[in-house]
């Protein structure tokens, strides 16, 4: 791909994937977490970066940022809101280098402001570094209790700031090793990069919660959470980094790979496949579109239903609702129309209309609805109140059953590996028999898919899924098994970056 290639994708980017509407209602929906991509010795590095992070916005949409390096000098931006909107062209300019990293965030961890943002940078007395961290650190609340108690001060309140403040700790020679020395200290999910003047390193847990690929362009290196992301900018797919392994990629183009931590069996998230991986990427050795429909499939031989037409709440159903339709043989249609033009917000009249947080994102197709006995496929139920105004909707416009389908089972309790799947107390299943659930959405049938056959789906073994969130095992110590005080006296800083500025 050459610069001029590069500059027309980034003045006319593709169409965006977001499994839903920006806007969404986002207390009722499993929420994304981050994403990360870095590139290794090409003159566009931060362009293809700005590509790469475009392609995973998905997820994570609150900010962005990204770091070069140029002659064993780090620069940076960073700022709140989409990728296209924190990187205007000349805030890109700006980022010189040949080898940088970039992040994509949601807030599973810490608030949502400015200083949260990373790739995190600092000054310490090797250099400077920068760290974009996808998962979440269960135990990262009693590191960070130990840092500050031997003198560590903070400047956010993510966990990645704590594997900063373990790395310039670390006594080890070489930069990778510091590294190491840092991850071994943490419980928890990471598919990480880690920079400086002169290397990048890319590391997944030995868990493998969260995917991480390698990709090769013009005889660089390029690394991203997903496949999509290396395909935007015509990069080969080499392979997927492993669970615990450590990758090093120097100045020089030289790759070398170790695996130091002691091996554990894989669990990896199963959600990624469910909801979070965009549907063209490949993850944990299969198509997120494929296993997506095989989870449809499943579905429909579990669950079948007499019914007229198919339909899907858009976009991250789509796959499941194909699935469940080529199984049973009923018709898909497009009975729901998103708008793909929604903001972040939006003005709400004055005057109230009922349910116009849905109705701005989702519109019924009247002739598609009126008079059908509807079959409505969506990926996951959180609280229930999205899918009930949905339903509510589709009565409205004359659908004459709706048996409701998810292509996961019930979400039981919280995730603690970097998606925010809210307060177990505030989880409709937590609380309610799938009879009561039904009865509170207001559908003639509801039916989950159970986690043998969403397992089966994967073609992977089972025991190689955390499915924590679904039967309440969890393959690490959690947050509640550790014993720390709660910090005092924190500041708030409301410090935000004006977009476009």
Not at 29 to 36: A, K, L, M
Not at 227 to 251: F, K, Q
Not at 357 to 366: F, T
């Amino acid at each position: 791909m050459n610069a001029a290639q590069i500059a027309a994708l980034i003045e006319n980017p593709p169409p965006q994937y977001h499994p839903r509407p920006q806007g969404w209602d986002d207390d009722d929906q499993v929420r994304d977490e981050c994403g990360v991509f870095g590139v290794m010795g090409h003159p566009e590095a931060a362009a293809l970066i700005y590509l790469g992070l475009y392609s995973l916005q998905h997820r994570g949409q609150e900010g962005a940022g990204i770091v070069c390096a140029e002659e064993g000098i780090l620069s940076a931006h960073r700022g709140m809101g989409l990728v296209s909107d924190v990187f205007r062209p000349h805030k890109l300019a700006r980022v010189k280098g040949t080898h940088g990293i970039g992040h994509v965030r949601y807030s599973t961890f810490g608030s949502n402001n400015l200083k949260n943002v990373q790739p995190l940078v600092v000054d310490y007395a090797r250099g400077s570094m920068a760290v974009g961290h996808n998962g979440n650190l269960v135990n990262a609340g009693i590191l960070r209790e130990q840092l500050e108690e031997s003198g560590a001060i903070f400047q956010s309140t993510t966990d990645s700031e704590v594997i900063v403040h373990r790395i310039s700790r670390s006594q080890s020679e070489t930069f990778t090793d510091c590294v190491i020395d840092a991850l071994r200290e943490v419980i928890g999910a990471y598919s990480i990069l880690v920079m400086n003047g002169e290397e990048i390193v890319a590391a997944r847990d030995p868990y493998g919660f969260r995917p991480l690929w390698l990709g090769k362009l013009d005889g660089c290196y390029v690394i991203a959470s997903e496949t999509c992301a290396l395909d935007i900018i015509d990069a080969e797919r080499v392979r997927e980094i492993e669970p615990g392994e450590v990758v090093t990629i120097n100045r020089n183009g030289i790759v070398s790979s170790q695996n130091p931590f002691e091996k554990k069996v894989p669990k990896q998230c199963i959600f990624e496949y469910i909801y979070v991986s965009r549907p063209d990427s490949d993850i944990f050795g299969a198509s997120v579109d494929e296993v997506r429909k095989r989870m449809g499939r499943e579905l429909a031989k579990l669950a079948p239903v007499e019914a007229d037409v198919v339909m899907a709440v858009p976009d991250s159903s789509n796959p499941a609702a194909l699935g469940y339709s080529h199984e049973s043989g009923i018709p898909f249609d497009m009975g729901i129309i998103r708008n793909h033009y929604v903001g972040r917000t939006f003005i709400e009249p004055e005057q109230g209309i009922r349910d116009f947080g849905v109705k701005i994102k989702l519109n019924p197709s009247r002739t598609a609805i009126k008079d059908k006995r509807i079959v409505l496929v969506d990926d996951s139920i959180v609280r229930g109140t999205t899918a009930r105004k949905i339903v509510k909707l589709l009565r409205n416009h004359g659908a004459k059953e709706i048996h409701f389908r998810v292509s996961s089972p019930e979400i039981i309790n919280s995730c603690h590996y970097g998606i925010d799947t809210s307060n177990p107390s505030r989880l409709i299943a937590h609380n309610m028999t799938v009879e009561e659930i039904r009865d509170y959405l207001g559908v003639d049938s509801l039916a989950y898919l159970p986690i043998d056959a969403l397992v089966s789906a994967t073609g992977s073994p089972p025991e190689h899924f955390c499915l924590g969130c679904f039967n309440n095992k969890y393959p690490t110590q959690i947050p509640s098994d550790f014993s720390f005080r709660t910090p005092k006296n924190r500041h708030v800083d409301h410090s935000t970056e004006l977009l476009g500025q």
